[in-house]
């Protein structure tokens, strides 16, 4: 990874973390909306980073969210789940296609269809893992689901307009 790449991917990390503790854990709506907008970071890594060190980075990610808001792990195992299924998501969306090295994941890069459905792959599974967690129950799983769902749309438009505003012109 070049200096540039590092000095970005911790400047992302950190902005995600702030941005969601201070702007997105104040957004609930309707008790069924809570867009999570740091899953990006694991999001936006590029392909050829370790598993090891995606990993890593996800429990580091997570970790920073659960000691803001005080939830003990839930962020932390739903952002290591996270990156664990991020290898299955590359096979799923991508099928046969290999990337060439230096390619990262983004909009400009791979197209909006692409990123929409690669997103929408790791924040459903993250969401729904999460949820699942908080609820730490499947007697009222219609309404967690539901919840799931509601907040992986509010994710993806958020993290989709994101990516379009900051993100640089492929090369």
Do not use: C
Not at 72 to 85: E, K, R
Not at 93 to 106: D, H, L, Y
């Amino acid at each position: 990874m070049r200096n540039n790449d590092l000095f970005i991917n911790i400047l992302r990390f950190i902005t995600l973390v702030l941005a969601q503790v201070f702007i997105f854990n104040k957004v609930n709506l309707g008790g069924v909306v809570n867009p999570m907008i740091y899953p990006l970071f694991i999001i936006l890594l590029p392909f050829e980073t370790n598993k090891n060190l995606s990993l890593f980075l996800a429990f580091m990610l997570g970790l920073s969210v659960d000691l803001f808001t005080g939830s003990i792990g839930l962020h932390t195992s739903a952002a290591v789940f996270m990156a664990f299924i991020r290898p299955l998501a590359f096979s799923v969306i991508s099928s046969n296609k290999v990337f060439e090295s230096g390619i990262k994941p983004g909009i400009n890069y791979l197209g909006i269809s692409w990123f929409i459905s690669y997103t929408a792959f790791l924040i459903f599974a993250h969401h729904i893992f999460f949820f699942i967690v908080e609820s730490f129950s499947f007697d009222n799983i219609g309404h967690t689901i539901f919840k799931a769902l509601l907040s992986t749309v509010a994710s993806i438009v958020l993290i989709v307009v994101v990516d379009v505003l900051f993100k640089p012109q492929a090369k």
